[in-house]
């Protein structure tokens, strides 16, 4: 893979972090991939110490994980996981919702009102959707005004990033539902209610658990082979 030009005023562990992260969530290193340290660091032109740092930190975040035999491989995520995340997300994103109503700025809450605006013209193009999404509940994770929640928020983000191959948004009805959802959530963030926003957030990610349930049960999954960038070729599933 051609290596991108990094920020230099970034330390070397920090390259070697966000450069395998930016690899995991775009799906270029997919689950059960082998990451070497040895590969990162003659990827990206450093050391190997700075990409154990790196490599140290996405395993403590949970995006990789130690196998057995095969070393440091990005990581799995079984029913059981996917149950325990999504209750997790749930109750993150209903409190950033309740706290952006009480701390969202107007250019924030005029941001919401954009993305919710434009959302139906893209209800057919899955990707964008995909990304839009992303995008929306970024806005609202950064109007709570909260670092720590922030910090929890974009782990749980990123997690569920790296299981792209199961995204929801393939279900159209998925699609509407999600419009009508985040019209809701946006209104209810306008109009200051605590209440209604938290609701709406943990129904939001209830339908979306539910939605992942019915794409893994109806094998909408892409199941071809697939080579890691930084390990070897693996059949996924």
């Known amino acids: 893979m051609t290596r991108k030009p990094y920020d230099s005023n970034l330390l070397l562990g920090d390259v070697a972090y966000e450069s395998v992260r930016e690899a995991i969530l775009a799906n270029d290193l997919k689950p059960g991939d082998r990451v070497s340290e040895y590969k990162v660091a003659e990827w990206l032109g450093i050391s190997r110490t700075p990409a154990r740092e790196g490599l140290r930190r996405l395993e403590n975040e949970g995006l990789l994980t130690q196998h057995p035999r095969r070393g440091l491989v990005v990581a799995s995520i079984d029913d059981e996981a996917v149950q325990e995340l999504y209750a997790v997300r749930e109750l ?14 107007d250019a924030e809450i005029a941001t919401l009102r954009h993305l919710v605006e434009h959302e139906s013209a893209i209800r057919d193009k899955p990707e964008q959707m995909y990304e839009h ?34 995204s929801t948004l393939v279900i159209e009805a998925r699609r509407e539902q999600v419009i ?55 059949e996924s599933g």
């Open 180 to 234: 009508d959802e985040h019209r809701e959530l946006y209104e209810a963030i306008a109009a200051h209610d605590e209440a209604a926003a938290r609701a709406v957030a943990a129904r939001h990610v209830q339908n979306a658990l539910r939605a992942r349930t019915q794409v893994q049960h109806t094998k909408l999954v892409d199941r071809a082979p697939r080579r890691g960038l930084l390990g070897g070729t693996k």
């Open 92 to 105: 993150l994103e209903g409190a950033a919702a309740a706290m952006a109503c009480k701390r969202a700025t």
């Open 133 to 166: 999404n992303r995008t929306f509940h970024d806005v609202i994770y950064r109007a709570a005004h909260n670092q720590f929640l922030l910090k929890f928020l974009l782990i749980t983000a990123d997690t569920l990033s790296a299981y792209r191959n199961v």
